[in-house]
């Protein structure tokens, strides 16, 4: 299983990284990423405090990636924000998309995309001109596993497809419940609109990971 959007208690998540990891590693995790929700008040906190996971690397058979998820950050700010996280050594950088569950500024979608992230989180309504910008810029699309903002799956997929845009499975997880094993998250994939083989495939051949670290 891969999962690049997962959070601790550096920002609202229930556990500290090297219990998120156990956990992780206990169902058969591959690669991990923690990327806790930043803005410009605590990306450098998160950063600095998170990437000392990476001690945990040489003794277990997974690899952990070290991110943030910018959130409710304004769509003018996007662009600048993302490319300072990358300087400060995130290996992922997700936008928290717009989900119809919570007031996301309009406009995040298209900021994050423009500015060529790795992840568009749980990007609800997202339009299908979006959608093929996110192709041409290599940003994948998330299917969630999360409830609530997994509600616009099925649209994500549809738009997704028509435009020939990576997808990704993540959870979003939050708390030790919300881990997923593989067969779980190619259900998920299912749920969303994709047949068996489609859904083997976003989950086993998880775009970004084979296209930046070669799994």
């Not at 169902?27 to 930043?38: E, F, K, M, P």
């Not at 001690?55 to 996007?78: A, F, N, S, W």
């Not at 500024?105 to 992230?117: D, K, Q, Y």
């Not at 997202?126 to 099925?154: K, W, Y």
Request: proline fraction near 4%; hydrophobic fraction near 40%; charged fraction near 25%.
């Amino acid at each position: 299983m891969i999962d690049l959007h997962t959070h601790t208690t550096f920002s609202d998540g229930e556990l500290i990284p090297s219990e998120l990891v156990r956990r992780a590693e206990s169902i058969g995790y591959s690669v991990l990423g923690i990327t806790d929700h930043a803005d410009y008040t605590n990306i450098e906190h998160i950063l600095s405090c998170v990437s000392r996971i990476k001690y945990l690397e040489d003794v277990l058979d997974m690899r952990i990636l070290v991110g943030v998820e910018l959130t409710h950050v304004h769509p003018v700010k996007i662009g600048p924000l993302a490319g300072y996280a990358r300087k400060l050594g995130a290996e992922i950088v997700v936008v928290h998309g717009e989900t119809p569950v919570e007031p996301v500024r309009p406009g995040t979608n298209l900021a994050a995309i423009e500015a060529g992230v790795d992840i568009l989180a749980h990007p609800g309504f997202i339009t299908q001109e979006e959608a093929e910008m996110a192709r041409d810029r290599g940003v994948c699309l998330e299917i969630t596993s999360r409830s609530g903002h997994n509600i616009t799956n099925g649209h994500v997929v549809r738009m997704a497809k028509l435009a020939g845009a990576k997808m990704v499975v993540d959870t979003d997880s939050h708390a030790p419940r919300d881990l997923i094993s593989r067969s779980r998250a190619i259900e998920v994939a299912m749920g969303a609109g994709l047949d068996r083989n489609e859904a083997s495939a976003v989950v086993e051949q998880h775009a970004l990971v084979n296209e930046r670290w070669g799994r």
